[in-house]
């Protein structure tokens, strides 16, 4: 049996990426909440969004994860690792590799193997996270009982890839700093609906600037600076945007055929980055379940609306609706919806 804590380490001497790069010594860092039973069974494997950590396990901790919760730790042993290429704790010794969803996904199977985990109950992530979970179930079909997939494509569009090069132009103009924030600005708009900007925001002054949202936007794109790199945040996006499920596969439905039955996508009505309606159409191409989570909030509802996502949580998992409670952001949750939780991590409720 193996009890909760703090952050941990897996190290991997030699890892070949997609593009035949070879990385030497990756120190992977995760967190493990909840105890893995006897069985090696009750594993619940979280992947986090863009700017996310594994100490706030996807941005659910305590809100959607925890004692009690849809993701009942009492029960469930929530895996959470950092993504290669992320600069929370996962390390190499290689300058800037081109890396993939479907790296993220491999270097994610060695950790499970170290651990003595063959299969988990449910992989889970939404925005990169969800395509990640999607790539681990593509890549090894009898790994995972079950997947859910948050507000995420099956490949990358069009539009998702041009809000990533127009980060990637800020960051070219403005450096690690000037230019990180900037490229936070953007995708905050990203993440929210002009409706709650609006009904939020309006007109209203700023305290530092002429206007209220100009305000809210300056201080992500000051916060992000504080606790991110950019050279990490230039990578992810470049992993981002290679996402595609059914590269080298025969097509989505040939990729994730397979696996199907166990696959459930969300879409959020109203989200602006990944439509509903693109996450529909990979489960029907695919043949997989939908559901949805409404919010006002767009696409970062999947992090604000722990009800809605602890429901569709808890029918994966098989666990009755009364038998878990979903609850209002944690104070920790409420911290990251305002300053962290948002596709790539963030935005505020």
Not at 62 to 86: E, F, H, M, R, Y
Not at 92 to 115: C, G, N, W, Y
Not at 124 to 140: D, I, R, Y
Request: proline letters at 4%; aromatic letters at 8%.
């Amino acid at each position: 049996m193996t009890a909760s804590g703090a952050s941990r380490f897996h190290t991997t001497a030699r890892f070949t990426l997609e593009s035949g790069e070879v990385l030497r010594q990756v120190r992977q860092t995760y967190v493990l909440e909840g105890t893995i039973n006897e069985a090696r069974d009750n594993i619940v494997l979280v992947f986090h969004s863009l700017t996310g950590s594994p100490e706030t396990l996807g941005g659910w901790k305590g809100s959607v994860i925890g004692q009690g919760k849809a993701i009942d730790t009492n029960k469930w042993a929530v895996l959470c690792p950092n993504l290669l290429g992320s600069c929370y704790g996962t390390e190499f010794k290689r300058a800037r590799p081109t890396i993939t969803t479907r790296d993220q996904a491999h270097l994610v199977s060695s950790l499970m193997e170290s651990l003595g985990v063959s299969s988990v109950a449910l992989v889970t992530g939404g925005s990169l996270g969800g395509m990640v979970a999607l790539e681990f179930v593509a890549s090894f079909p009898d790994r995972a009982r079950a997947a859910v997939v948050f507000a995420a494509p099956a490949a990358h569009t069009a539009w998702a890839i041009g809000w990533n090069h127009v980060q990637r132009r800020a960051l070219d103009a403005g450096g690690a700093e000037a230019g990180l924030a900037v490229a936070r600005m953007i995708g905050m708009l990203t993440y929210r609906t002009p409706e709650e900007f609006e009904d939020r925001f309006g007109r209203q002054g700023g305290p530092d600037e002429p206007f209220a949202v100009q305000s809210y936007l300056s201080r992500h794109g000051a916060k992000l600076v504080a606790r991110f790199d950019a050279k990490s945040y230039r990578t992810l996006l470049g992993a981002m945007d290679a996402h595609d499920v059914g590269r080298g596969r025969g097509g989505t439905s040939a990729a994730l055929g397979p696996v199907a039955a166990r696959v459930t996508g969300v879409g959020i009505p109203g989200d602006g980055l990944y439509p509903d309606d693109v996450v529909r159409g990979w489960v029907e191409e695919a043949g997989a379940s939908y559901a949805e989570v409404r919010s006002s909030h767009g696409h970062d509802g999947f992090l604000l609306e722990p009800e809605s996502v602890g429901r569709v949580l808890r029918e994966a998992l098989g666990v009755n609706e009364a038998a878990s409670e979903s609850g209002a952001l944690s104070p920790q949750a409420e911290e990251e919806g305002e300053e962290r939780a948002s596709s790539s991590w963030a935005a505020a409720p």
